[in-house]
């Protein structure tokens, strides 16, 4: 079984300052994860993915997350954070299924 | 190199109809997914077709069906619409490798709206 726990339906931030989404996976075996980024009234775009190469995962736009085993995380992170990174972002995983399985998502707001 | 495309791109049904939605993968992508994003829900797996055949359904009943044809599209079929079927259908392709590391491509999706 798999699954995603998204903590936090929305995040408000100040443009410049640190975007932090977390993520919290449930995988019975060793995971693949994925964070998906999605604007108004379109579809998905994947962010970064993580395949057990390196454990710090750098995607686009300036985004990056951290597989922890330990703490079956893969939080996504910015330094900091832009007007047009307001969206909502999704977590997803691949277990032991060819199915990605999503987290309910995370709305990011970022104020002036 | 074309993405995931979907059709159409709105849809208005009224409740007791039946509504078809499209999707044609990326060139070279044997798998096909689709998603239903009702409000606040997130992504809730609907289907997944593979080389032609359904190798999974999520919890959906089976007025939600499909099929994949020989070039790889699909088409989801919803019957005896509800108002509650109204939502965002997403359609995402995918190559099959045994690493299950390949991501899914998304298309812009379908609204589909039931009144």
């Known amino acids: 079984a798999q699954s995603v726990t998204q903590l936090g339906s929305h995040v408000s931030v100040s443009e410049g300052a640190l975007v932090l989404l977390r993520c919290n996976y449930s995988?019975?075996?060793?995971?693949?994860l994925f964070w998906y980024v999605q604007y108004p009234n379109q579809g998905l775009q994947l962010l970064l993915k993580y395949t057990s190469a390196a454990t710090l995962v750098k995607g686009i736009n300036g985004f990056e997350a951290e597989f922890k085993k330990s703490e079956t995380s893969f939080h996504l992170t910015k330094p900091s954070a832009h007007m047009s990174d307001a969206a909502e972002y999704f977590c997803a995983v691949k277990g032991g299924s060819y199915i990605p399985t999503f987290g309910r998502g995370t709305s990011l707001i970022v104020h002036p | 190199e074309a993405g995931v495309t979907q059709s159409p791109t709105h849809l208005i049904k009224t409740r007791g109809q039946q509504a078809t939605l499209r999707c044609s993968p990326i060139s070279g992508h044997t798998s096909v997914y689709w998603y239903q994003q009702a409000l606040g829900l997130g992504l809730q797996f609907l289907l997944w077709?593979?080389?032609?055949?359904?190798?999974n359904r999520g919890n959906f009943p089976p007025r939600f069906s499909g099929r994949q044809f020989p070039n790889y599209s699909s088409e989801l079929n919803v019957n005896a619409l509800e108002l509650e079927d109204s939502a965002l259908y997403l359609c995402?392709?995918?190559?099959?490798?045994?690493?299950?590391?390949?991501?899914?491509?998304f298309g812009q999706g379908t609204r589909l709206t039931v009144v």
């Open positions: 077709y593979d080389e032609g055949e359904e190798r």
């Open positions: 995988s019975s075996v060793p995971p693949y």
């Open positions: 995402a392709s995918s190559l099959i490798e045994p690493e299950r590391n390949t991501e899914a491509f």
